[in-house]
């Protein structure tokens, strides 16, 4: 029975809506099943957006305060960021208003030379010795009360807590080291502190100029005039350049 339904609607006429006759075609066009659809849809929906905001208005707490409250504005129901302007170090005016990008380029390579060269001399071996770090001796009950680290080592007792450069005796003894007096170690001491000291301050300083030139190269990008604005990302700081988003511009 169900073969001879199916057999039945095969020659079946297929139905169509009709279209918007002469006489009411000055009413505009005949809405069919599918504009129906989509208007009916948009109405849901624009009804459950105005039930959504209804309920998040009655939930909403009044001593609840966000910055995005006072860094936005709506404007024709569209929010918009207020812009906040990049913030520079004095020492950083300075520079981008009296030099050009060259000179802090140069100025910045020759830091980094004098860096690597300081580095070089110095080692950082304080550095290696200052961290913490633990060698465990497995001993015996007997001798654990007459354990000496310097001889279980074969150094010196005042070589003890370095981690590099710890010779042995026998090392030392074959060294013939001259006897050196406690004036000599404290200048070469001294020394030794300026050559950090120096090495920390033209970090910072090879860091600032580093900015410094970002700065100005990311300037130098926005005025240019074949592109378009770029969308900013993050604001510049001291310590770091803005961050903008360019449009992708295809190379020939």
Same mark, same amino acid.
């Given at each position: 029975m169900s073969s001879w339904k199916k057999a039945a609607k095969a020659n079946q006429k297929t139905h169509k809506e @009709?279209?918007?006759p002469e006489s009411r075609k000055h009413l505009g066009l005949l809405e069919k099943k599918k504009d129906y659809k989509k208007r009916a849809d948009d109405y849901h929906k624009k009804g459950d957006t105005l039930k959504l905001i209804r309920k998040r208005a009655l939930d909403k707490n009044p001593d609840e305060f966000y910055f995005h409250m006072i860094n936005s504005k709506v404007k024709d129901g569209i929010h918009h960021e207020y812009e906040k302007d990049d913030v520079h170090s004095t020492e950083q005016i300075k520079l981008m208003q009296t030099q050009d990008i060259k000179y802090i380029n140069m100025k910045r390579t020759m830091e980094t030379r004098r860096i690597q @060269?300081?580095?070089?001399?110095?080692?950082m071996t304080d550095l290696a010795d200052s961290t913490p770090n633990t060698h465990v001796f497995f001993v015996d009950e007997d001798e654990e009360k007459n354990f000496d680290i310097a001889? @279980?080592?074969?150094?010196?007792p005042a070589l003890i807590n370095r981690k590099s450069n710890r010779p042995r005796l026998s090392d030392l003894h074959k060294l013939n080291l001259p006897a050196v007096d406690k004036k000599t170690l404290d200048f070469a001491s001294n020394i030794k502190e300026k050559s950090y000291k120096e090495l920390s301050k033209r970090i910072e300083r090879e860091k600032l100029l580093t900015v410094v030139q970002q700065k100005m190269e990311l300037k130098r990008h926005l005025n240019d005039a074949r592109i378009m604005k770029p969308k900013k990302i993050q604001c510049g700081t001291a310590v770091s350049a803005p961050v903008y988003k360019f449009q992708y511009i295809r190379k020939k």
């Open positions: @009709r279209h918007q @060269r300081l580095q070089s001399n110095l080692h001889k @279980r080592l074969d150094t010196h």
